[in-house]
């Protein structure tokens, strides 16, 4: 089946993460984009749906698999990695050195564009009262956290040295709804998850710009004025499903969930004690 057209589109778009949650919702829903959608993951993959499709298994840990992964594409959307707090090691392999070889490969493949996802989790210890911007001091959260707030920093390095412009989405809570109160402040729609996608990947002129990924939910507490440049205007709220979310037993005022903007992943770790 031949891809639907989109007036934005470009030869060969590569996916990381494409197994995971985000990565099947993208899967779909950045066909258009691309006349070739290369998707990767250490994960099993569906395979390719069509030629509009190339299936590239890949440990984002192997540079050199990395390497080959990247030769080739015009665009990277950098979802793959750990995405949730988990040791040090872990992050390190998948987040912190995936990372640096997804730019690595990018310098040496002349990829002018980057899309990562990076998370909330790189501001999580600012507290729910405060409201911040783009420019606000990080507070990493945890190992993963720390992973993404590095992540921000290669991008912000490649583009410096190298001119490679990244989009660092600092994704709040993208499912399919607010699973709990604290989301109906961070929840990002999966339809507002792809029109920021697009947005930071044809925007001209991005160098490395931090955007908060969230939907238009009532009760926010991060301000995109310096991500305008994007012209990303959220379409949902997470106001829809206020009443559902409310009638869930009430968070105790001490409860991280209730206290910070990382929510729980304040409180992990630490592992293997
Ligand atoms: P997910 O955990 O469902 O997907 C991540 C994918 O990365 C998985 O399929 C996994 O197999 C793959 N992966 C892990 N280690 C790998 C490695 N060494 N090599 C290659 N692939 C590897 O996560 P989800 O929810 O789809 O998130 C996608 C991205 O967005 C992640 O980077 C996550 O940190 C970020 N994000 C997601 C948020 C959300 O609300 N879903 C919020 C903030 C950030
Ligand atoms: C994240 O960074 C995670 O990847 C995701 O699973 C959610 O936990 C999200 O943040 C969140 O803060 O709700």
């Known amino acids: 089946m031949s891809a639907p057209s989109s007036p934005l589109?470009?030869?060969?778009?590569?996916?990381?993460?494409?197994?995971?949650?985000?990565?099947?919702?993208?899967?779909?829903?950045?066909?258009?984009?691309?006349?070739?959608?290369?998707?990767?993951?250490?994960?099993?993959?569906?395979?390719a749906a069509g030629s509009h499709e190339e299936v590239v298994p890949c440990d984002l840990a192997d540079k050199k698999a990395v390497d080959a992964l990247v030769a080739g594409c015009d665009a990277i959307v950098h979802l793959g990695g750990v995405s949730v707090e988990r040791p040090f090691e872990e992050v390190l392999e998948a987040n912190i050195k995936g990372v640096f070889h997804i730019y690595e490969a990018a310098r040496r493949h002349g990829v002018k564009r980057v899309v990562f996802a990076s998370s909330n989790h790189v501001i999580g210890f600012y507290r729910q009262t405060e409201h911040i911007d783009a420019h606000a001091a990080r507070r990493p959260d945890g190992y993963y956290g720390l992973s993404k707030s590095f992540g921000e920093d290669v991008a912000q390095f490649y583009f410096d040295r190298w001119g490679i412009e990244t989009v660092s989405i600092r994704i709040g809570s993208s499912f399919p709804e607010p699973a709990n109160r604290r989301m109906m402040s961070t929840w990002l729609s999966y339809r507002d998850l792809t029109a920021l996608v697009e947005k930071s990947l044809f925007t001209p002129g991005v160098k490395h710009t931090v955007v908060y990924g969230m939907s238009a939910n009532r009760d926010v507490w991060w301000d995109n004025s310096a991500a305008a440049h994007l012209g990303f205007v959220?379409?949902?709220?997470?106001?829809?499903?206020?009443?559902?979310?409310?009638?869930?037993?009430?968070?105790?005022?001490?409860?991280p969930n209730a206290i910070y903007q990382g929510g729980g992943f304040t409180a992990q770790g630490p592992f293997g004690d």
Do not use: C, H, N, W
């Not at 590569?14 to 099947?24: E, F, M, V, W, Y």
């Not at 997470?238 to 005022?253: D, G, H, L, M, T």
């Open 9 to 47: 589109r470009m030869p060969r778009l590569l996916l990381t993460g494409a197994a995971g949650g985000l990565g099947k919702v993208l899967r779909e829903r950045l066909r258009p984009y691309a006349e070739v959608l290369r998707v990767s993951d250490i994960a099993s993959l569906a395979p």
């Open 234 to 255: 959220p379409q949902d709220s997470s106001e829809i499903f206020r009443a559902k979310v409310e009638a869930q037993p009430p968070v105790a005022p001490t409860d």
